[in-house]
T-cell receptor
Framework: ELKVEQNPLFLSMQEGKNYTIYCNYSTTSDRLYWYRQDPGKSLESLFVLLSNGAVKQEGRLMASLDTKARLSTLHITAAVHDLSATYFCAVDIKGGSEKLVFGKGTKLTVNP | GAGVSQSPSNKVTEKGKDVELRCDPISGHTALYWYRQSLGQGLEFLIYFQGNSAPDKSGLPSDRFSAERTGGSVSTLTIQRTQQEDSAVYLC???????????FGAGTRLSVL
């Protein structure tokens, strides 16, 4: 059974600071996704990581993937209040069903 | 449409009643997924439709839950004899094809009293 663990689950940080969210998964996967969810809103796709060593950046967010360690990171640089949201990583099973298995999410609060 | 549309956005029902939740995927998307998001369990896969293939129902929690997809487009998730533990946000997603990015709707918040 594929399991996905995120940490931390809650993160409160000051504007301007850097931090990293971690996503570990238990079995080989085809790809890893990062999603953002604002309160009461839909999940918004941020990144899709397809191969070992993949790195993608968008604004103050950078995601990376290490398939050997079964680890993805979401790095936040110089946080701003607008980044406050819940961030989910999700993984699909290599060669298996198309369903995504989600981590429990990291609720990020960026304080002025 | 511009995105995945779900209705109703909120549904309050009494224990034991049946409910139907609707999902209208992005036009042209062949794959459609239902997930459930609850405080205790996070986001859980329920069921997946791809074209004319048999759906993957492996995530449905009990036989009270069923879903269909008509004409390869709109999908309805039906929960019979609702229980309080069914209270959650039910999310629908669609993708252009297998292994592609899943785009999510805003969800239906179900409250079973």
């Amino acid at each position: 059974e594929l399991k996905v663990e995120q940490n931390p689950l809650f993160l409160s940080m000051q504007e301007g600071k850097n931090y990293t969210i971690y996503c570990n998964y238990s079995t080989t996967s085809d790809r890893l996704y990062w999603y953002r969810q604002d309160p009461g809103k839909s999940l918004e796709s941020l990144f899709v990581l397809l191969s070992n060593g993949a790195v993608k950046q968008e604004g103050r967010l950078m995601a990376s993937l290490d398939t050997k360690a079964r680890l993805s990171t979401l790095h936040i640089t110089a946080a701003v209040h607008d980044l406050s949201a819940t961030y989910f990583c999700a993984v699909d099973i290599k060669g298996g069903s198309e369903k995504l298995v989600f981590g429990k999410g990291t609720k990020l609060t960026v304080n002025p | 449409g511009a995105g995945v549309s779900q209705s109703p956005s909120n549904k309050v029902t009494e224990k034991g009643k049946d409910v139907e939740l609707r999902c209208d995927p992005i036009s042209g998307h062949t794959a459609l997924y239902w997930y459930r998001q609850s405080l205790g369990q996070g986001l859980e896969f329920l069921i997946y439709f791809q074209g004319n293939s048999a759906p993957d129902k492996s995530g449905l929690p009990s036989d009270r839950f069923s879903a269909e997809r008509t004409g390869g487009s709109v999908s309805t998730l039906t929960i019979q004899r609702t229980q309080q533990e069914d209270s959650a946000v039910y999310l629908c997603a669609s993708s252009a094809s297998v292994k592609n990015i899943q785009y999510f709707g805003a969800g239906t918040r179900l409250s079973v009293l």
